[in-house]
């Protein structure tokens, strides 16, 4: 049989009101108290019963989350993130997977799924502002990314304008010169925001700003960061730095070098975006700019959870912290370390006790 919230506030020790505040999350509960009644739950194998906690909250208790993919670690973090700040407000995450088709898109932005769904935070890829701008349906709903996005709606994203001018000017910082950008694209949006930060830093050192050091690539994955990398090589006279406009580009790129047995950062500096886990596990480790992903979960969470409950206030546009993580492939091995090669074809390495 099914334990009850009666059963949890008895093996508490506490009221069932007392145990209902907690798991309402209400605010005004002892943290000893709060500890009893969740090791109860735990216990217990205590489960909410959602139908009726609907019913009498006037919500459906579930948010979708609507992101172009989930192969991308970045989103697959971002996700993780969403979920736990969502929990800890009561509500359960669905997920919703657009691949960036416009089509796809539109379902979320037109609401076809908001019977089941109490609000949704979205972020798009492949409609323009002026489409989401038309958007009729009432369903509260939270944008994502560094996009433009139309007046009158809620919007988190990172100052990548300033985040790239930050990596650019460290690459600057470390003596570089002659400094790349992986990652351009023809429409407006994440990347043309990062070029815009990138040329910034470069006319504010006095350097020129080279159409052959700008690689655009079709997408923003690790195959396009390593072809990039080989083209900027292939040129008589290759760049000292590359500025990737995300990490999985930046693991790429790293991969070309070590196979052109070019030496990073001694011969070319390395900076990525995002700060995935790869990053800092990566030989060597690469230096990124590090989005608060915590933060931006819990202001999308709070912004919606406040829209969800009838907040009717102006549209509020919400700037993420960030920081730059200086590692490896901008400062090199820390002295003490040596960094192993790969040995070459043919050789063979005995394992170390």
């Given at each position: 049989m099914a334990a009850r919230l009666r059963d949890v506030a008895e093996?508490?020790?506490?009221?069932?009101?007392?145990?209902?505040?907690?798991?309402?999350?209400?605010?005004?509960?002892?943290?000893?108290?709060?500890?009893?009644?969740?090791?109860?739950?735990?216990?217990?194998?205590y489960r909410p019963n959602l139908s009726a906690r609907s019913l009498k909250h006037g919500r459906a208790?579930?948010?979708?989350?609507?992101?172009?993919?989930?192969?991308?670690?970045?989103?697959?973090?971002?996700?993780?993130?969403?979920?736990?700040?969502?929990?800890?407000?009561?509500?359960?995450?669905?997920l919703d997977v657009t691949g960036g088709d416009a089509d796809a898109?539109?379902?979320?932005?037109?609401?076809?799924?908001?019977?089941?769904?109490?609000?949704?935070?979205?972020?798009?890829?492949?409609?323009?502002?002026d489409e989401i701008g038309r958007r009729a349906d009432s369903l509260p709903m939270v944008l994502l990314g560094e996009r433009p996005v139309p007046t009158g709606f809620d919007h988190i994203a990172v100052d990548s304008v300033a985040a790239a001018?930050?990596?650019?000017?460290?690459?600057?910082?470390?003596?570089?010169?002659?400094?790349?950008?992986?990652?351009?694209?023809?429409?407006k949006g994440t990347a043309s925001a990062r070029l815009r930060g990138y040329r910034q830093a470069l006319k504010a050192a006095g350097l020129p700003y080279d159409t052959d050091l700008v690689?655009?690539?079709?997408?923003?994955?690790?195959?396009?960061?390593?072809?990039?990398?080989?083209?900027?090589?292939?040129?008589?006279?290759?760049?000292?730095?590359?500025?990737?406009?995300?990490?999985?580009?930046?693991?790429?790129?790293l991969r070309a070098c070590v196979e052109a047995g070019v030496q990073v950062p001694e011969e070319v500096a390395i900076v990525g975006f995002d700060d995935i886990a790869e990053t800092r596990y990566s030989n060597p480790t690469v230096t990124t700019i590090s989005p608060d992903l915590?933060?931006?979960?819990?202001?999308?969470?709070?912004?919606?959870?406040?829209?969800?409950?009838?907040?009717?206030g102006p549209a509020e546009e919400v700037e993420v912290a960030w920081t730059l993580e200086a590692r490896e492939t901008t400062l090199g091995v820390p002295p003490g370390r040596s960094r192993r090669r790969a040995p070459r074809s043919g050789a063979t390495t005995t394992p170390t006790r």
């Open positions: 093996r508490a020790g506490v009221s069932v009101k007392t145990a209902s505040n907690v798991l309402n999350h209400h605010p005004h509960v002892k943290a000893s108290t709060r500890e009893r009644v969740e090791a109860a739950m735990a216990e217990l194998h208790g579930f948010l979708a989350l609507a992101v172009p993919a989930m192969d991308s670690p970045y989103f697959a973090e971002l996700a993780a993130r969403i979920t736990e700040e969502a929990a800890a407000l009561g509500f359960i995450v669905l898109e539109r379902v979320v932005l037109e609401g076809m799924r908001s019977h089941v769904i109490d609000g949704v935070i979205f972020s798009p890829l492949a409609l323009s502002a001018r930050a990596a650019t000017e460290h690459l600057v910082a470390q003596g570089r010169r002659r400094i790349a950008a992986v990652g351009r694209e023809t429409t690689i655009g690539v079709p997408h923003f994955e690790r195959a396009d960061g390593h072809a990039a990398m080989q083209q900027l090589l292939a040129l008589p006279e290759p760049p000292d730095a590359v500025f990737c406009f995300n990490d999985l580009m930046a693991i790429g790129a915590t933060g931006l979960a819990r202001a999308a969470l709070e912004l919606l959870s406040r829209r969800i409950d009838g907040d009717d």
